[in-house]
Structures are given as C-alpha cells and as structure tokens.
C-alpha cells in the first residue's frame, strides 16, 4: 500500500518504519525542513532502541521517503495517517490545531478518494471535526470527492515503541464504514497472520479507549505512590506490600512500581485532557483529578527528602544526579521528575551534577548553559565531590552499586533512591544514609 503519514516526531516516525519495514510504500511529510534533512540522511531527531537502523534500511530500500512537500504527501496514499502533536492547552485539553492544520490541508490538494487516520492521541469527537474541516476546505474549492475519517490510536510505550507496534495486544479502528475497515485490514494484515487483534469499534468509543488506557496506567502509579507514602508512616516495606498484592492476577505486577511520579509525553497530558473533556460535558472526573493531583506531589517526595537530610539548608551543596529522562531508554524529558527536583534545587541554592545516558542533550537543549548545571560523561563523574545521590530513573547501569566505594565518593553519605532499586539494609550497612520511597524512611 501507498500510506502518508504527516509528522515525524515520535509516534509518525514509528508507525512510518514500522509499516515500510513489512513491505509497504510510505512518505513521511513534515514542515521541518531541517528535520526532514536529517532523517533523509538516515538520522533521527529521537532516541528509540531499533529505530535508527530500522530507518536507515527502509531509506535505502526505497519503502520510506520523506517530504515537505504538502501536495506531494496528499497525492501519495490513499491512507493518510495525522501523527502530529497534541500538546496540553493552559486549562488541560488537547490542543488540536496542528489537527486541524493537517485536515485543512488534505482537503486542499486532495484530488481523489482517501482515508484519513487519527493516529495522534486526540480528544473525543475529534473525528468530526476533522471531518469538518476536510468537507469545509472542499467546499471551499467548489469540489465533492469522497472521504472517511477513521480513528486507529497508538499504543507505543518510549523505550519499546517498536516490540510494541510489531506485537502489540490490540489494534484499534474505530469506523463504521467497511470501506475503511477493509483498506485498514490490508494496511496492518502483516500484524495479524498470527493473531487476530484488530478491534474495530465505533469512532468515539476508540478515541475515548486510548485516554482510557493512559488514565488506567496512570491511576495504578498514582495509586502505588499513595500506598508508598502511608507505608513510610506506618513503617512498612512498600516493596514486600508490592509484590503481596502484584501476585492476585486481577492486579497484576505491572505499573506498580512506587517512585517518584510519572512523566513523559503521555500519561500527564492525557489524564489532564481526559478530566478536561470530563468537564465540557458537566461531569466531575474525580478520580482523575485525584490521580494528577498525587502525581505532582510525588515529583516533589525527592526534593522533601533531600531537605530532610540536610536540616533544611541545601544552599551551596553539590546534589549528583543519576538520570535526566522520565523513563529508561528514552531521551524524552516532558514533565520528568528530575526537572521537579532541579528546578527546586535551584531555588534552593544547590549545585547539580548530573549524568544520562541518553538525555543529556536534550537536558541542554532545555536549560541551556548555566552555573549551577554541570552535565558530566558517566556515573562515576557524577559522584565524585557530590554532597548526596539521587536516582531518578531507573536506567540499567544504575542497578548495581558497591555501597562502600559510593560512600567514598560522596561528602556526605546521603542518598535519594526515587526508584526503589536498592535494598536498604545492604545501603545502610555501608554507612549511607539511605531515603527510598515508601521503604520507612518516614519524613515526619
């Protein structure tokens, strides 16, 4: 097949590759020129594991070109997939209008028969409105060619984006139209010889399942971190309470996890947007606002314990950090807990000194040059001279530790442990003061 996706950020370029790495014929569009550059010469703008080979073997096969040319890219499929970003309004919705912008201009140069695809995260109802605005921009043009709009939302988490579009749990189409569901069937029959999983559904409810899922993902965190926060003033272990109730399968051991918030693209923007469209239709989504409620407090649980340690004064102290990204084998750092606590030591009068395998460009990118930021080549680098530790995200190389070797390291034997990935007795045993989450290390 002939597919378009417009938008080469994150969920475009996947859902781009991936479809081309199965055979079909596929033109990426997007207005950064200086982007488009790149990708054509085989580099991308993000950090996916898999993803730049995969990129640069399906240019050189030919599946997978890239454009700036609107025309061209409306002209090319007769699926054209929107993959552009819905960044969160000031009062939380989704804002639509690079959706918007790219219905308008299928509209405009479309010529013939095609189906356009909301494959961005957008709230319900959307369908319509880019069905809108295609019928008005033809109008407009004094033409009547035929269309569908359909909803097909991604499912990718950052870090396994790729496992997760290859094998993923479900693919889901909302239309009612057999039309589209035959053309969308032969688009995605490479992912399902092996298993049926593509659902289709009504157009709502699938723009309605994909801020359901995020929100249910979400509300599990939101949820551990609450029980967290009680265990340290019980005096409990959240960790053996983890695995007792991740054992009843109705719960399950995924998202689990207590630490110090969520982040990333995702999970903050789509609870936002979901309580957002909650209240457009006079309904208190309390649950929701519950759950982002917690997930902000948590991001400040590692600055209260950093305080806490310090009597208070962390002016002129040196905080090593250990993990820039919201998540592991990302460099994406949208609403990443450690940007919370920077920003806090800051205010405070604290020096970071912070080391990422991934996420160190970006973390310029967003703070730029400054006194107070020193970002350093590995994690050794990171210690040396640091007045404490802290870990916020949980990358592999982090996992291990000699304990006596960090205490050696550190001028005072402080560290913040936002992801649970040590057990405390063997920290303390050399001498460390260890603050985990919920592993009763209570603040009070």
């Known amino acids: ?27 990426c569009m997007d207005v950064d020129a200086d982007k488009i550059a790149r990708l054509e010469g085989g580099e991308i703008p993000i950090y996916e594991p898999g993803l730049e080979p995969m990129v640069q073997a399906n240019v050189a ?6 454009t700036t040319d609107p025309a061209q890219a409306v002209a090319f499929g007769t699926l054209q997939f929107i993959a552009v970003g819905t960044p969160p309004d000031e009062d939380g919705s989704a804002d639509l209008k690079y959706v918007l912008a790219v ?8 010529n013939e028969y095609k189906v356009i695809v909301d494959k961005s995260t957008v709230p319900v109802g959307t369908a319509d409105r880019v069905r809108e605005t295609v019928a008005k921009t033809l109008e407009a043009r004094g033409e009547q060619l035929d269309f569908d709009v ?18 993923g749990a479900r693919i889901v189409v909302g239309t009612e139209s057999d039309r589209v569901k035959g053309l969308m ?12 999983k593509l659902m289709f559904m009504d157009v709502r409810a699938a723009e309605l399942t994909k801020y359901a899922a995020n929100a249910m993902l979400a509300t599990k965190i939101s949820f551990m971190n609450e029980i967290a926060n009680l265990a340290e003033r019980l005096g409990a272990d959240v960790e053996q309470v983890r695995r007792g109730i991740g054992s009843d399968p109705r719960i399950g051991y995924q998202f689990i996890y207590p630490g110090c918030g969520y982040g990333g693209s995702c999970f903050p923007k789509d609870v936002q947007a979901l309580a957002r469209t909650a209240a457009d239709v006079d309904y208190r989504a309390e649950l929701l606002t519950a759950v982002e409620s917690v997930n902000q407090r948590q991001k400040q649980t590692l600055f209260a314990k950093l305080r806490h340690a310090f009597d208070g004064d962390l002016a002129g102290k040196t905080i090593a950090l250990w993990g820039l990204s919201f998540k592991p084998n990302t460099d994406d750092m949208r609403d990443a807990p450690s940007r919370t606590l920077m920003e806090s030591l800051w205010d405070a009068g604290a020096r970071v000194q912070a080391y990422d395998p991934e996420a160190m460009r970006e973390c310029r990118r967003l703070y730029g040059e400054r006194d107070d930021l020193v970002l ?12 404490a530790l802290v870990i916020c995200t949980e990358w592999k190389e982090f996992r ?45």
């Open 1 to 27: 097949m002939k597919i378009t996706i417009f938008g080469t950020g994150y969920v475009g370029l996947v859902t781009g590759t991936c479809l081309a790495d199965v055979g079909h014929d596929v033109l």
């Open 400 to 444: 291990t530790l000699d304990f006596t070797w960090l205490k050696q390291q550190l001028a005072m034997p402080v560290v913040v442990d936002g992801r649970n990935l040590f057990e405390p007795e063997a920290v303390k045993a050399a001498g460390l003061l260890y603050f985990a989450v919920g592993r009763g290390d209570s603040l009070r």
């Open 185 to 196: 069937r032969e688009c995605y029959a490479p992912y399902i010889r092996q298993q049926e």
């Open 150 to 167: 359909c909803s097909n939302p991604e499912f990718l988490k950052e870090g396994a984006a790729i496992e997760d579009f290859t094998y």
């Open 376 to 387: 350093v080549g590995d994690r050794i680098q990171a210690v040396k001279g640091a007045d």
């Open 103 to 110: 219905a308008e201009t299928i509209g405009r140069h479309m």
């Open 61 to 66: 096969a030919g599946r997978l070109r890239f």
